[in-house]
């Protein structure tokens, strides 16, 4: 049964086309453009096969593949001019998340996301993605500077979560997230959220505050991970598989609930086999997204956004 295998077993076919794709495009041999576009059919028709059998795990699974596009591949190719900005001014630097402002589709945009970083050395210097408060801080105050201008912000989400080490609750982690969402709430500017991979609790809510929250297909956004949640309780870890399929992560799920306003398709496969029409997708989304958000007077953008906050976790029993 597909459910009884990781992902990474399901996807062992597609990974081979996918190689194969990637020598041709580096070669110089005739015919090339025909036998990647048969080689892409292969690959739709082989993940047609894998993707109605997908469980909650396998999202998960997806959503933290090492391949997956991360923050700084989106701004490299969304951006043009992208200046990184550093520090919170109080504490120091965070690498686990980018801030900076870059110009996109025609208007100056500050971008904010969390970075895990591909090899071991910059998981390690990246923290994996998990932000300190001063990371959280950091974010913040380029979202001040950009409602001081008039900028946009974007938010790409992208953690297992806060770090939950003793220096971080130190210097405030609880806190640094709590102001995040109070002030970030409040901004005057149009802010879009964007889940690209995995949307774990606290440290993605640091920076999910926002007027429109997007998400890719195979990502996932979540109150707690599957193995937190199994531990607490399952108290068994054997139990992960059950704790995705009742914490209702994937990006239908939340749709459904009323907790995200779009889904972002992926390309067979997911985001890491083809980078090029994943930008492509997020691009045409977010472009829209911010037009329509740009035309509403900010005293509208700010009842909409506390009214859509508001109603999340609000049902009539039938």
């Given amino acids: 049964m597909a459910e009884q295998k990781d992902f ?23 015919g090339k453009k025909e036998k990647i576009a048969e080689l892409k059919s292969q690959i739709e028709k082989e993940w047609s096969k894998i993707s ?6 396998h999202i998960v699974q997806i959503a933290r593949h090492p391949q997956r596009p991360y923050t700084l591949d989106y701004l490299g190719h969304l951006t043009e001019d992208f200046v990184e900005f550093h520090g919170d001014r109080r504490a120091g ?20 996301g969390h970075q895990k970083g591909r090899t071991t050395k910059e998981r390690i210097n990246r923290n ?36 939950p080490g003793i220096e971080a609750e130190e210097r405030g982690q609880a806190e640094a997230i709590a102001y995040n969402l109070k002030e970030i709430s409040k ?11 995995e949307g774990g609790s606290g440290g993605a809510l640091a920076v999910g505050v926002g007027d429109r929250i997007l998400m890719l297909e195979y ?40 907790i995200i306003d ?27 997204t911010l037009r329509k958000l740009e035309q509403k007077i900010p ?14 976790g609000e049902f009539i029993e039938k």
């Fill in 8 to 30: 990474y077993q399901l996807e062992k076919k597609i990974i081979g086309l996918k190689e194969k794709i990637d020598e041709l495009q580096e070669s110089d041999e005739q």
């Fill in 52 to 57: 109605p059998g997908l469980t909650p795990h």
């Fill in 93 to 112: 630097d965070d690498p686990a998340i980018i801030t900076g402002l870059g110009f996109y589709r025609g208007r100056t945009v500050a971008f904010i």
């Fill in 128 to 163: 994996f993605g998990q932000p300190n408060p001063e990371g959280y801080r950091k974010a913040l105050r380029i979202m001040k500077m950009a409602e001081k201008f008039g900028f946009p912000v974007v938010t790409l989400i992208d953690t297992p979560g806060a770090y």
């Fill in 187 to 197: 901004l005057q500017i149009p802010v879009v959220n964007i889940v690209i991979g």
């Fill in 219 to 258: 990502s996932f956004y979540s109150v707690i991970s599957p193995e937190g949640c199994a531990a607490i309780l399952w108290k068994d870890q054997q139990a992960v598989r059950s704790a995705a399929e009742n914490l209702r992560i994937r990006a239908q799920d939340l749709l459904d609930l009323g």
């Fill in 262 to 288: 779009k889904i972002i398709p992926e390309p067979p496969g997911g985001a890491h086999i083809d980078y090029e029409q994943t930008f492509k997708n997020v691009n045409q989304q977010l472009n829209t």
């Fill in 299 to 312: 005293e509208e953008r700010l009842k909409e956004r506390y009214h859509k906050f508001r109603n999340i």
